[in-house]
């Protein structure tokens, strides 16, 4: 099953091995793509979709110092050597767009504010040039300032198809901005974008509705963690959070939803991916822990339409060709998930080395 032909929107899939969107913090200064980041998605075009690192869709939203960027014609001419270099081994490659809010820091920002749905700060400490730092708070985004973070991921939408992108996904997951609106851990607000799911998402399908206008819905995927704790994140519900978003979210006609099932640091449990499935009648993808065997029962019992591999993938350039063959998977070695460099990033071995 995984090696089935999928219809992802504008795109046919030859297979449902999709690399999920991991960050590696190997961009150079002024937060550019570079030619090694060329190669290391180059490397990885035998999946169905490539879905990229997080790109900041504004300047002064850095959370990881190293991370590119997709606000700027530099950036954009940039990253055409990494689009140029994919859809030359025949690959296809979306860009998550995204917006750290509340998990930035003026010190990897010239000093920029964080904004976010809350002024309560991420818990614990974050890396900065200078060493670590305690996470601080946020100002809170008036209803005035949103339109304006709307227009960047809009730009960003546009700038990424400009630099030759099949499309983008939208990062709502994982503690950052669009996630800080969306449970209510992290949203604590009294006026027209906090209190119910309704309100909590409104920043959401706003970034949404703009997005797939400017680019079309069949160039738009969505990205959602509703267990993950990562960031200091939690929901009192996340299986209604996921069952009121996934109904809802059939109204875009995406070209995907992407679900990450479970907890980084287990501190939430739940089965949204019955949820998820039950209630989005679109190309559901899942992940988090997936092995080959897992994926491939999941979709030939329905369950998902496909898988993204994370860290499998990162250790195994040919990871599909790995999993058709019953191949021995390099082991990733998480020493190097962020260091600069090639090691740990482009070196990994294929069969055939």
Avoid at 121 to 140: R, S
Avoid at 189 to 203: L, V
Wanted: glycine share 10%; proline share 6%.
């Amino acid at each position: 099953m995984l090696f089935h032909p999928l219809q992802v929107g504008a795109l046919t899939l030859p297979n449902r091995i999709l690399l999920a969107p991991l960050t590696r913090a190997r961009a150079d200064a002024g937060h550019m793509p570079n030619a090694m980041m060329a190669e290391y998605y180059a490397q990885r075009a035998s999946g169905g979709l490539l879905i990229t690192e997080c790109t900041m869709v504004a300047p002064n939203t850095s959370a990881f110092i190293a991370e590119p960027g997709i606000y700027s014609d530099e950036q954009v001419a940039a990253w055409k050597q990494v689009t140029s270099a994919v859809h030359a081994k025949g690959g296809r490659i979306f860009m998550q767009i995204w917006h750290a809010g509340r998990a930035a820091h003026p010190a990897i920002n010239d000093g920029a504010r964080t904004v976010s749905s809350t002024a309560t700060p991420v818990e614990g400490d974050i890396h900065t040039p200078t060493g670590k730092v305690p996470h601080v708070p946020a100002h809170v985004l008036t209803e005035t300032e949103i339109p304006a973070i709307v227009a960047a991921f809009v730009q960003g939408a546009k700038n990424a198809i400009a630099a030759g992108f099949d499309g983008v996904e939208v990062h709502g997951a994982n503690g950052y901005l669009i996630d800080q609106f969306l449970r209510d851990g992290a949203n604590d607000r009294t006026d027209g974008y906090g209190g119910s799911m309704e309100n909590r998402a409104r920043f959401l399908f706003e970034v949404l509705t703009a997005v797939t206008a400017a680019i079309g819905s069949d160039r738009v995927g969505l990205r959602l963690s509703p267990l993950n704790s990562f960031n200091s994140m939690k929901d009192s519900d996340p299986v209604a959070l996921i069952g009121f978003l996934a109904e809802k979210l059939n109204a875009y006609k995406l070209a995907y939803l992407h679900v990450m099932r479970a907890d980084f640091l287990q501190a939430q449990h739940g089965d949204v991916m019955t949820v998820a499935r039950a209630k989005y009648q679109g190309v559901l993808v899942g992940n988090m822990g997936y092995t080959a065997e897992e994926a491939t029962q999941a979709i030939a019992d329905g369950k998902l339409d496909a898988v993204a591999f994370g860290t499998s993938f990162l250790a195994n350039p040919d990871l599909p060709a790995r999993i058709k063959a019953g191949a021995p998977l390099n082991a990733p070695d998480a020493n190097t998930f962020y260091t600069p460099g090639p090691v740990g990033y482009t070196d990994y071995p294929t069969m055939a080395a």
